[in-house]
């Protein structure tokens, strides 16, 4: 995980320090001092860092480098900082940031927990599907032969007593770059065969699978269920 910030500078003052001679050129009188702090920045400011000073002589138009600096800079430095105050807004970021990532993670954990929810509402409503099928309903299905995989649909045409009969789709979807498509629920009458097939719901009931008595085995696993224009998903 990537994190990323900038580091800004906040001027605080620019005083004149007669009284320091420029190292570089060695004229007294012509120095000015600025107090300066860094602070983090993301989207604002962060958290404030130590005050920190820049050194400009006049005459020379030189900044001075820190490896030049003299005793005598240094404690004007010191003399100037004592009255310099960090402003509570480069606090703000202390408050904000922490704020701002609870509420993001507040609302990754909601939007979860929402999500979990409803898969677990239309888990219990694909079951009771099973269970008890209506006629019109359409089920995602992913058929195999055990070899072969494609993903299709079955439409409820009938029930009698055990038994639910399906009229399979002659729609069928096997590369992976068509799954989009597969949400396109078909539901005109010419999109699925003439002919029904009956599965037992009771053995679906314990597995949301459909077995066909062929061999070698075949058998469609729900995903979905498709019922009164609303797609329910189970993940």
């Known amino acids: 995980m990537f994190f990323y910030y900038q580091i800004r500078n906040h001027p605080h003052k620019t005083?004149?320090?007669?009284?320091?001679?420029?190292?570089?050129?060695?004229?007294?009188?012509?120095?000015?001092m600025s107090i300066l702090q860094k602070y983090a920045w993301v989207l604002g400011p962060i958290a404030p860092s130590g005050k920190f000073a820049m050194a400009f002589c006049e005459h020379c138009n030189n900044y001075v480098p820190a490896v030049k600096w003299t005793d005598e800079m240094d404690s004007v430095f010191q003399s100037l900082k004592k009255d310099v105050k960090t402003p509570r807004r480069l606090y703000r970021g202390l408050i904000v940031f922490p704020l701002a990532?609870?509420?993001?993670?507040?609302a990754i954990v909601l939007f979860s927990k929402v999500k979990s929810n409803k898969q677990q509402n239309n888990q219990a409503l694909i079951k009771e599907a099973?269970?008890?099928?209506?006629?019109?309903?359409?089920?995602q299905i992913t058929h195999s032969d055990g070899t072969n995989t494609n993903y299709t649909y079955f439409k409820v045409a009938d029930t009698r007593g055990d038994s639910v009969y399906f009229y399979p789709s002659t729609v069928h979807l096997t590369d992976m770059k068509d799954m989009d498509k597969w949400d396109e629920i078909p539901v005109a009458n010419d999109a699925y065969e003439k002919t029904p097939i009956g599965?037992?719901?009771?053995?679906?009931q314990t597995s949301d699978m459909y077995m066909y008595n062929t061999q070698p085995a075949q058998y469609g696993i729900v995903w979905s269920l498709y019922r009164d224009g609303q797609l329910y998903k189970k993940y």
Not at 130 to 139: A, L, S
């Open 101 to 106: 990532v609870a509420l993001i993670i507040g």
């Open 15 to 32: 005083e004149a320090v007669p009284q320091v001679t420029c190292p570089v050129c060695h004229t007294p009188g012509q120095m000015q």
């Open 130 to 139: 099973i269970t008890h099928p209506r006629k019109g309903d359409i089920f």
């Open 199 to 204: 599965f037992s719901i009771k053995q679906a």
